[in-house]
T-cell receptor, first 113, second 109 residues
């Protein structure tokens, strides 16, 4: 199956700093990628749809100025959490769909201290 | 976007067959049904996908009745390593995928 990677797998940052998470499609091109957030014992919550060459589409309630998404190439989308706070600590997962099925990255555990 | 409903949790024993049913009453004509498995601190993993009737692969079977308003994921002879959360998703093409709450499957020895 298709492979989606994320980097880093874990990151710890101080409150008020920004952190960037990369999502790559390794063996296919993805004009669209999706970013999810997952809190412990909860389901995945869609944050935004990342579109190559254009602005991301954010879900209701997700602050676009706080969660900056850049989809600069057909294989890379980045999510930058700006001015992070402890409540942003979560598991962030990206995905892409080369065909009908969606493939997910391994996730990035963000801890804000 | 079709909403899905699954049991919150299920328990079973090693070696048993497990069936998890998902209801999706508002499924659209061009929607496919896809099941994912998620272990803690990992991204969801694709299990199986279908449109109608029955689909089988090396890990599971998917049964979809004619009206497509529900589907059943069947896991044959489960083991402890099948303990995970299972999500039923419905969508088509480049549709964004909205996750339901999933089913937390716990396999007992």
């Amino acid at each position: 199956g298709a492979v989606v990677s994320q980097h880093p797998s874990r990151v710890i940052c101080k409150s008020g700093t920004s952190v960037k998470i990369e999502c790559r499609s390794l063996d296919f091109q993805a004009t669209t990628m999706f970013w999810y957030r997952q809190f412990p014992k909860q389901s995945l919550m869609l944050m935004a749809t990342s579109n190559e060459g254009s602005k991301a589409t954010y879900e209701q309630g997700v602050e676009k100025d706080k969660f900056l998404i850049n989809h600069a190439s057909l294989t890379l989308s980045t999510l930058t959490v700006t001015s992070a706070h402890p409540e942003d600590s979560s598991f962030y997962i990206c995905s892409a769909k080369p065909h009908l099925e969606q493939y997910f990255g391994p996730g990035t555990r963000l801890t804000v201290t | 976007l079709a909403k899905t409903t699954q049991p919150i949790s299920m328990d079973s024993y090693e070696g048993q067959e497990v069936n998890i049913t998902c209801s999706h009453n508002n499924i659209a004509t061009n929607d496919y049904i896809t099941w994912y498995q998620q272990f803690p601190s990992q991204g969801p993993r694709f299990i199986i996908q279908g449109y109608k009737t029955k689909v089988t692969n090396e890990v599971a079977s998917l049964f979809i009745p004619a009206d497509r308003k529900s589907s059943t994921l069947s896991l044959p002879r489960v083991s402890l390593s099948d303990t995970a959360v299972y999500y039923c998703l419905v969508g088509a093409g480049d549709d964004k995928i909205i996750f339901g709450k999933g089913t937390r499957l716990h396999i007992l020895p």
